[in-house]
């Protein structure tokens, strides 16, 4: 069975950071790539920052310069640092990753930002 738990979320002022973690079990994890997505109320989720299995990343054009994507292999987790927080990104923030072509997401964990 597949497994996600992100943790981190909170609330952080403008300028600030988080540090948000996803760990996986159920698949193995080495050998997929991850994402993390958020949706704010109202709007439609979006794709934040892709991290492939071999450790290349991308970042939606908002984020880049303030988000970084990681993952630890032998935790089977992923990472999402966040600086310079802005209250656009408040959301809540999902992980992501497809397993013989199914989607999966953990419950997500909120972010707000204050101004």
């Known amino acids: 069975q597949v497994r996600l738990m992100e943790r981190g979320g909170g609330l952080a002022q403008s300028g600030g950071s988080l540090r948000l973690s996803c760990a996986t079990s159920g698949v193995n994890f080495k050998i997929h790539d991850m994402a993390w997505y958020r949706q704010a109320p109202g709007k439609e989720r979006e794709l934040v920052a892709t991290?492939?299995?071999?450790?290349?990343?991308d970042y939606v054009d908002d984020v880049k310069g303030r988000f970084t994507i990681s993952r630890d292999n032998a935790r089977s987790t992923v990472y999402l640092q966040m600086n310079n927080l802005k209250p656009e990104d408040t959301a809540r923030y999902y992980c992501?990753?497809?397993?013989?072509?199914?989607?999966?997401w953990g419950q997500g964990t909120q972010v707000t930002v204050s101004s």
């Open positions: 991290i492939t299995s071999a450790g290349t990343t």
């Open positions: 992501h990753v497809e397993n013989y072509r199914l989607p999966y």
